[in-house]
Structures are given as structure tokens and as C-alpha cells.
């Protein structure tokens, strides 16, 4: 299938600033918090979760995800959504720091837990689809990988419970609400991550987080590059 309009959904401007670089993305608007960026003719659209002034941070989890994809939704013209950003993975998996993986399967939450009926526990755990793209990870030498997010960067043991029992490859905190905007929308969604740290090394998630960045958002970045070149050609 071939897109012609795409929207990159990211949290954290600094994730974001070698996909812009590399494709000339202008800013295009702000709905506050929310910044867009965008290429001459909109065929890539970038929108950033912003700031938040009061911790001197950009916002990050479900919620600024939300609004982000509601607002690009509501504002520009696309035919698929990606969420991309960093991750965690599992070392017991075999997964590597900077591996990419392109969303497989149903995009779960690992810490929204309403046990009144089926209906509300399918809700909490979310289950939003995402597109089979396992040609292109094929072709474009990528690893495809079950997605989980919650609004915690730290972990507990019910979270790491609840994403084995869902059999989880991936760990972070936005693609869930992203992929349930899109859903509400009908509209296409994958999400692609990269991985900064090990969900099952507890003790170094945050280091691993820090000293990996870098080497991690440029390999987002080549992945990305690729995967739209890919898309809309
Ligand atoms: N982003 C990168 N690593 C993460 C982790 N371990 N948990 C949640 N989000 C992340």
C-alpha cells in the first residue's frame, strides 16, 4: 500500500530533531502544547508532544500522546499515522540497544486494569490494531515486535506480569494512546522504536536510557528514513 501523507508522532524534540533535520521539516503550526512540523507540500507532517514549562521537560506518556494524535487528526490531512520514539526491551529476548522494531500485532497497555466485566478489561489492556507491515520489515531488514505502553518509565511487578503474559517485546510509553486516537479515526497506524535500555536489567534502565540516546534516535532516524521513502513510493 502506498501513503502519500504521513504523520510522525514523537514525545521528546531531542528523539525528534535528526528526522526533521534530515527531511527539511519547517514548523507548520502550534496547538499548544502540541508543535507541528512539515515538509513544503505537508507529505510529512512531525508533531511533538512541546513542552512543559513548569519541569523543564518535554511531555511525555499517554495523555500528551492523546492530544497529539487528536490534534493532528483534527488539523491536517493523512493518510497513516507512525509513532515513533525510544523503547525499552528485554535482554532475554536476545534484542540489542538500537535495535528497530516496526509494531506487530495489538497495541496493549500494561497498567490499566478494570476487572469489572470482559468488556472494560479488553478496554483497559486496549488492544488497538496496527498495520501488517511484516513485508517491509522484511525487506528493509527490520524486527517486528508486540508493543506496550504505560505512563511509567520505572517498572512494577504487575506491569512486567501483565506485558509477558501479552507477550511483550517492547516497552514504552505512548504507542497505545496513539494507536487508540487513530482507531477512534480509522486511521492506518504503525508505530516504530528503538531500543535505549533492557525492561529486565531494572538496576540500569535510566543509565542505559541516558548513555544510548544518541546512538538510538540516529538509528530511529535511518530506520524512519527508509520506512517512509518505502511507504510513499
Ligand atoms: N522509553 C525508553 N525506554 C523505556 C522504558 N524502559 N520504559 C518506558 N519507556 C521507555
Redesign the pocket.
Known amino acids: 500500500m502506498r501513503y502519500s501523507k504521513i504523520a510522525i508522532i514523537m514525545a521528546m524534540k531531542q528523539e525528534a530533531l535528526p528526522i526533521i533535520d534530515h527531511f527539511g521539516l519547517k514548523k507548520d503550526s502550534t496547538f499548544y502544547p502540541i508543535e507541528v512540523y512539515a515538509n513544503s507540500d505537508k507529505s510529512i507532517i512531525l508533531s511533538l508532544n512541546g513542552h512543559s514549562k513548569r519541569y523543564n521537560i518535554d511531555n511525555i506518556g499517554t495523555q500528551a500522546a492523546a492530544i497529539n494524535a487528536f490534534s493532528v487528526l483534527n488539523n491536517y490531512d493523512v493518510d497513516l499515522v507512525i509513532n515513533c520514539g525510544?523503547?525499552?526491551g528485554f535482554f532475554e529476548q536476545g534484542t540489542k540497544i538500537g535495535d528497530v522494531f516496526i509494531a506487530k500485532g495489538e497495541i496493549n497497555f500494561h497498567n490499566r486494569l478494570i476487572s469489572i466485566s470482559n468488556n472494560y478489561q479488553n478496554y483497559g489492556l486496549g488492544k488497538s490494531p496496527c498495520l501488517d507491515l511484516s513485508q517491509i520489515a522484511e525487506v528493509l531488514d527490520l524486527k517486528q515486535g508486540i508493543i506496550s505502553s504505560g505512563d511509567s518509565?520505572d517498572l512494577n511487578d504487575s506491569e512486567l506480569e501483565l506485558m509477558k503474559a501479552n507477550q511483550t517485546n517492547i516497552?514504552?510509553?505512548e504507542a497505545a494512546s496513539v494507536a487508540w486516537v487513530c482507531s477512534l479515526f480509522d486511521m492506518d497506524f504503525t508505530a516504530v522504536k528503538v531500543i535505549?535500555?533492557f525492561?529486565d536489567k531494572p538496576a540500569d534502565?535510566s543509565e542505559d536510557?541516558i548513555s544510548n540516546f544518541n546512538l538510538a534516535v540516529e538509528k530511529l532516524k535511518n530506520a524512519i528514513v527508509r520506512i517512509v521513502k518505502y511507504l510513499q513510493n
Open positions: 525510544t523503547g525499552g518509565f516497552k514504552e510509553m535505549t535500555d525492561v534502565t536510557f
